[in-house]
């Protein structure tokens, strides 16, 4: 194959980049759901004829899926004609589909009979049908509960519908005509990338084109090796927590040990809990260099050199370790849809692992996105039925070496745009009471966090139903580094300020009455260094903006505010007074109390146990083997030991008294 000099690659790139943008526009300007046109949840980009994704969008849509795959899913189809595109919105189906929500496509672009690209591109759609609207909560258990799932199919031969398939799809789903809108929306899409890639090969000839995008993808993998070898070498674990693991159940772990060599990385999970009886499983399939897996480690790279040009060939740094039957690796039909909390978790995860690598250089814990809010109700002059997503409620960036992070969208949910008011006024039968940012929600540090999101709706219609997927950090929190406070948690209140109050914790799914108000609010990012080192005249102004509390401003600060700005010398003897009363230990994170108070009893060594048994146990037992373990060393209270031996006297127990356990075991 030939070699392409650099000038012409770099024209190259860059028409391959505006190709995807293309795809993109037209995408965003021709979708019905508000969901794809205004929060922007979907894809596009070039393949190789491998699948090896070698050109995204940088401006519009989800920055998740730089190194998505799409090879299993086109080696699922049979054959090709020119005109065909293909879809799957099956999460088991080759893996490239993450949640059944997600609706993939792919079309193949021909050259003189050879397949020589393809388009590719994937939307979220609203509602797929299912056991709840917008199909995704965290009490449903397995996949088939999650809507109607498609394997790779052809939805377009050579140039033709295949109304039959089309025709399955819309009816099991609670709004078609927006299904059907989007649809063709990404088959528009799809042609104008074909279209596209055409225009350069009429432009380059189909030999620089073809050797081009092969050297595009060499090109990523270069830098990112590049930006690898600046870090030093070392292995670093760093463990994080989804609140819990299924309703009302027991913190889900998530667990990675970074070993960095040269320039490589490896990623093992090895310590993670196993799959659970709740849809926060990530569908891998194993597969070492997944999508889901390499988001965090685009984001690490990207922000560590930002001229890193972004595609699959990235990911070829790196390899992952994914145990079986685990939430990073489940086995069909676990449910999957909330993957995408448990994927902006495992992105703190990475985050973190990296950090100690590079503190000096990269942030603190984002708030790591917060619910995403859907609407199922009816409109009252037409009695017409309305499912809608009202918007993302996020939070910020972490505070980084630099400065502080985005306040309300920032890190890695900033892709994911707001709903103005006006028009989910307009669209749904909603009263929107508050729309705004959350005071103290942000970590203090020297850099403060991005602060929280928060929204008051009210409902007019009865048995309104709202889904609020992605509900934690109620418990725990985003961390802060190098003296770096942790952010404020989230919250998700039913009628606030009155005497029916209720604190909705993470519960997802429920219906309301006309009148009843909702109040929901994402949690806040982590600090990074120490507050009481912040510059004073940064205090006030977050205090004028009311982004920070005058309470806030005087403990976590050690800021003496007068009339409207702070008195120095106050100040200095404040700030020494605080600094003289913490901790003098060196803590490179603060993970914030409750968590404290978690790994106090389930620290590593605990934990490393609770690993090796569950590992040694039938993947359907496992999820009910970790919660007996969890009962029954908690029982002991005070008690308890720090040394895993609990844990094993607690299995040993369980062996004992379910006999079936031990067949299952020796099958």
Same mark, same amino acid.
């Given at each position: 194959?030939?070699?392409?000099?650099?000038?012409?690659?770099e024209?190259?790139?860059?028409?391959?980049?505006?190709?995807?943008?293309?795809?993109?526009?037209?995408?965003?300007?021709?979708?019905?759901?508000?969901?794809?046109?205004?929060?922007?949840?979907?894809?596009?980009?070039?393949?190789?004829?491998?699948?090896?994704?070698?050109?995204?969008?940088?401006?519009?849509?989800?920055?998740?899926?730089?190194?998505?795959?799409?090879?299993?899913?086109?080696?699922?189809?049979?054959?090709?004609?020119?005109?065909?595109?293909?879809?799957?919105?099956?999460p088991?189906?080759?893996?490239?589909?993450?949640?059944?929500?997600?609706?993939?496509?792919?079309?193949?672009v021909?050259?003189?009979?050879e397949?020589?690209?393809?388009?590719?591109?994937?939307i979220?759609?609203?509602?797929?049908?299912?056991?709840?609207?917008?199909?995704?909560s965290?009490?449903?258990?397995?996949?088939?509960?999650?809507?109607?799932?498609?394997?790779?199919?052809?939805?377009?031969?050579?140039?033709?519908?295949?109304?039959?398939?089309?025709?399955?799809?819309?009816?099991?789903?609670?709004m078609?005509?927006?299904?059907?809108?989007?649809?063709?929306?990404?088959?528009?899409?799809?042609?104008?990338?074909?279209?596209?890639?055409?225009?350069?090969?009429?432009?380059?000839?189909?030999?620089?084109?073809?050797?081009?995008?092969?050297?595009?993808?060499?090109?990523?993998?270069?830098?990112?090796?590049?930006?690898?070898?600046?870090?030093?070498?070392?292995?670093?674990?760093?463990?994080?927590?989804?609140?819990?693991?299924?309703?009302?159940?027991?913190?889900?772990?998530?667990?990675?040990?970074?070993?960095?060599?040269?320039?490589?990385?490896?990623?093992?999970?090895?310590?993670?809990?196993?799959?659970?009886?709740?849809?926060?499983?990530?569908?891998?399939?194993?597969?070492?260099?997944?999508?889901?897996?390499?988001?965090g480690?685009?984001?690490?790279?990207?922000?560590?050199?930002?001229?890193?040009?972004l595609?699959?060939?990235?990911?070829?740094?790196?390899?992952?370790?994914?145990?079986?039957?685990?939430?990073?690796?489940?086995?069909?039909?676990?449910?999957?849809?909330?993957?995408?909390?448990?994927?902006?978790?495992?992105?703190?995860?990475?985050f973190?692992?990296?950090?100690?690598?590079a503190?000096?250089?990269?942030?603190?814990? *984002?708030?790591?996105?917060? *619910?995403?809010?859907?609407?199922n109700?009816?409109?009252?002059?037409?009695?017409?039925?309305?499912?809608?997503?009202?918007?993302?409620?996020?939070?910020g960036?972490?505070?980084?070496?630099?400065?502080?992070?985005?306040?309300?969208?920032?890190?890695?949910?900033?892709?994911?745009?707001?709903t103005?008011?006006?028009?989910?006024?307009?669209?749904?039968?909603?009263?929107?009471?508050?729309?705004?940012?959350?005071?103290?929600?942000?970590?203090?540090?020297?850099y403060?966090?991005?602060?929280?999101?928060?929204?008051?709706?009210?409902?007019?219609?009865?048995?309104?139903?709202?889904?609020?997927?992605?509900?934690?950090?109620?418990?725990?929190?985003?961390?802060?580094?190098?003296?770096?406070? *942790?952010?404020?948690?989230?919250?998700?209140?039913?009628?606030?300020?009155?005497?029916?109050?209720?604190?909705?914790?993470?519960?997802?799914?429920?219906s309301?009455?006309?009148?009843?108000?909702?109040?929901?609010?994402?949690?806040?990012?982590?600090?990074?260094?120490?507050?009481?080192?912040?510059?004073?005249?940064?205090?006030?102004?977050?205090?004028?903006?009311?982004?920070?509390?005058?309470?806030?401003?005087?403990?976590?600060?050690?800021?003496?505010?007068?009339?409207?700005?702070?008195?120095?010398?106050?100040?200095?003897k404040?700030?020494?007074?605080?600094?003289?009363?913490?901790?003098?230990?060196?803590?490179?994170?603060?993970?914030?109390?409750?968590?404290?108070?978690?790994?106090?009893?389930?620290?590593?060594?605990?934990?490393?146990?609770?690993?090796?048994?569950?590992?040694?146990?039938?993947?359907?037992?496992?999820?009910?083997?970790?919660?007996?373990?969890?009962?029954?060393?908690e029982?002991?209270?005070?008690?308890?030991?720090q040394?895993?031996?609990?844990?094993?006297?607690?299995?040993?127990?369980?062996?004992?008294?379910?006999?079936?356990?031990?067949?299952?075991?020796s099958?």
């Amino acid at each position: 194959m030939m070699t392409i000099d650099k000038v012409t690659l770099e024209i190259l790139k860059n028409h391959c980049r505006a190709a995807a943008e293309s795809m993109a526009y037209t995408l965003y300007r021709t979708a019905h759901s508000t969901f794809v046109k205004e929060t922007e949840d979907f894809t596009t980009g070039l393949t190789t004829p491998q699948g090896e994704t070698f050109a995204t969008p940088v401006e519009l849509g989800a920055t998740w899926f730089v190194g998505l795959n799409y090879q299993t899913v086109i080696s699922m189809i049979g054959s090709y004609d020119e005109g065909d595109i293909c879809m799957t919105n099956d999460p088991y189906s080759g893996h490239v589909c993450t949640h059944s929500p997600d609706m993939h496509v792919w079309k193949p672009v021909f050259h003189e009979d050879e397949i020589v690209c393809f388009v590719v591109g994937h939307i979220h759609n609203t509602d797929v049908g299912g056991a709840v609207p917008a199909s995704i909560s965290r009490t449903l258990s397995e996949v088939h509960q999650e809507g109607i799932r498609i394997p790779p199919s052809k939805v377009v031969r050579a140039g033709v519908f295949n109304q039959e398939l089309i025709d399955v799809m819309l009816t099991n789903v609670r709004m078609p005509e927006q299904n059907w809108g989007d649809l063709k929306a990404q088959i528009a899409a799809m042609n104008t990338g074909e279209r596209r890639v055409h225009e350069m090969i009429g432009k380059f000839g189909i030999e620089i084109f073809k050797a081009g995008i092969t050297e595009l993808l060499d090109y990523a993998e270069a830098q990112a090796r590049a930006i690898v070898a600046s870090l030093p070498d070392g292995e670093y674990f760093f463990a994080d927590y989804m609140d819990e693991d299924a309703p009302d159940g027991y913190p889900c772990r998530l667990a990675l040990t970074l070993r960095i060599k040269c320039e490589e990385v490896e990623l093992d999970f090895t310590g993670t809990d196993p799959q659970i009886e709740s849809s926060i499983n990530m569908p891998t399939g194993g597969q070492e260099r997944h999508a889901l897996l390499m988001v965090g480690l685009i984001y690490v790279l990207y922000s560590l050199d930002t001229s890193l040009f972004l595609n699959s060939g990235v990911c070829r740094v790196a390899r992952s370790v994914l145990p079986k039957g685990t939430v990073v690796n489940p086995h069909f039909p676990a449910a999957v849809g909330l993957r995408t909390l448990s994927v902006q978790r495992l992105m703190g995860l990475i985050f973190g692992a990296f950090v100690q690598a590079a503190p000096a250089r990269l942030p603190s814990c *984002p708030a790591s996105g917060g *619910p995403i809010m859907n609407v199922n109700t009816i409109e009252n002059r037409t009695g017409r039925r309305v499912v809608a997503a009202i918007g993302p409620i996020t939070g910020g960036a972490g505070g980084n070496p630099f400065g502080d992070g985005s306040d309300g969208s920032g890190g890695n949910s900033g892709f994911l745009k707001n709903t103005p008011v006006e028009i989910n006024e307009a669209e749904v039968p909603m009263k929107v009471l508050r729309y705004g940012l959350t005071p103290d929600s942000g970590g203090p540090g020297k850099y403060r966090g991005g602060l929280a999101i928060q929204m008051r709706f009210q409902a007019q219609a009865p048995n309104t139903r709202v889904t609020a997927r992605n509900r934690d950090w109620t418990v725990f929190n985003a961390w802060g580094v190098l003296g770096g406070r *942790p952010g404020g948690n989230s919250s998700f209140i039913l009628n606030p300020d009155g005497n029916r109050e209720r604190d909705l914790g993470n519960i997802d799914f429920l219906s309301i009455g006309p009148g009843e108000i909702i109040q929901v609010a994402s949690g806040g990012a982590g600090g990074w260094g120490d507050p009481l080192e912040r510059d004073p005249d940064l205090v006030v102004l977050d205090v004028a903006r009311g982004f920070v509390s005058a309470e806030s401003a005087e403990w976590d600060y050690g800021l003496v505010l007068a009339n409207g700005t702070f008195d120095p010398t106050a100040t200095q003897k404040r700030r020494a007074e605080l600094a003289a009363t913490r901790s003098k230990e060196e803590r490179f994170f603060d993970f914030g109390p409750n968590r404290t108070a978690f790994e106090d009893l389930w620290n590593y060594r605990n934990y490393a146990a609770l690993t090796e048994l569950l590992m040694l146990t039938p993947v359907h037992w496992r999820f009910f083997v970790k919660h007996r373990i969890f009962e029954a060393v908690e029982a002991l209270g005070e008690e308890a030991r720090q040394d895993g031996s609990d844990v094993r006297t607690a299995h040993a127990r369980i062996l004992d008294e379910f006999p079936q356990l031990r067949i299952a075991m020796s099958t």
